[in-house]
């Protein structure tokens, strides 16, 4: 069975400009979850996805990143125009869909490591 | 809010030295625990988890944890470490009802062989 999986592996853009990473969940995983890693800090939680919906979006920096997951398979994540500190990891990670309040397992992704110059 | 705080950014140990690495934690009220594991240039994946009951947790490659729930910590530990678990290690806390994990900022782990 396939991981979730992200592209790119890694982008290097300049200030101001506009990125997009994808992230594919494990295929019927109804939870997709993002998370982003800034250099030294810890991985933050930035918004979660049930199906096409966003349950959660208590995470996103701000109104330059704008998240989507249309069909409720894959998920993009823009971000525009792009900061200096926006630079980092971000990670994707799926998980079944529990019932009220249980939990299944997230699995990660490999992570997009995105540089802002 | 909930945070987890990991006492130790960096270890550097030889092999077949034991290995604790402390977590702590904020939340008093109902907590599920976890440790990540993240090798160089592979996925983060589930070390262990601790729900309930026996607080003395067992996960994967001989790894466990201790949920201490007067001290609100979740120690890892391995009585002898390999070269192979050269990694970075994060403690996390789930955010119940939220269903989002917070992370610790993660010790990386250099075992000597």
């Known amino acids: 069975e396939a991981g979730v999986t992200q592209f790119p592996s890694h982008s290097v853009i300049e200030k101001g400009q506009t990125v997009t990473l994808r992230c594919d969940p494990i295929?019927?995983?109804?939870?997709l979850y993002w998370y982003r890693r800034v250099m030294g800090k810890e991985i933050k939680f930035l918004l979660h996805f049930v199906k096409e919906s966003k349950q959660d979006e208590s995470g996103m920096p701000n109104n330059r990143f704008l998240a989507e997951r249309t069909g409720g398979t894959y998920s993009t994540l823009k971000v525009q125009p792009a900061e200096l500190e926006d630079s980092g990891v971000y990670f994707c990670a799926s998980s079944q869909r529990g019932g009220g309040f249980s939990y299944n397992e997230q699995f990660f992704g490999p992570g997009t490591r995105l540089t802002v110059l | 809010a909930q945070s987890v705080s990991q006492h130790n950014h960096h270890v550097i140990l030889s092999e077949a030295a034991s290995l604790e690495l402390g977590c702590n934690y904020s939340?008093?009220?109902?907590?599920?625990l976890f440790w990540y594991v993240q090798y160089p240039g592979q996925h983060l994946q589930l070390l262990l988890k601790y729900f309930s009951g026996d607080p003395l947790v067992k996960g994967i490659k001989g790894f466990e944890a201790e949920f201490i729930k007067s001290k609100f910590s979740f120690n890892l530990r391995k009585p002898s470490v390999q070269w192979s678990d050269t990694a970075e290690y994060f403690c996390?806390?789930?955010?119940?009802?939220?269903?989002?994990?917070?992370f610790g900022t993660g010790t990386r782990l250099l075992v000597s062989p």
């Open positions: 939340y008093g009220g109902t907590v599920n």
């Open positions: 295929s019927g995983h109804d939870n």
């Open positions: 996390a806390v789930l955010n119940t009802g939220f269903q989002k994990l917070v």
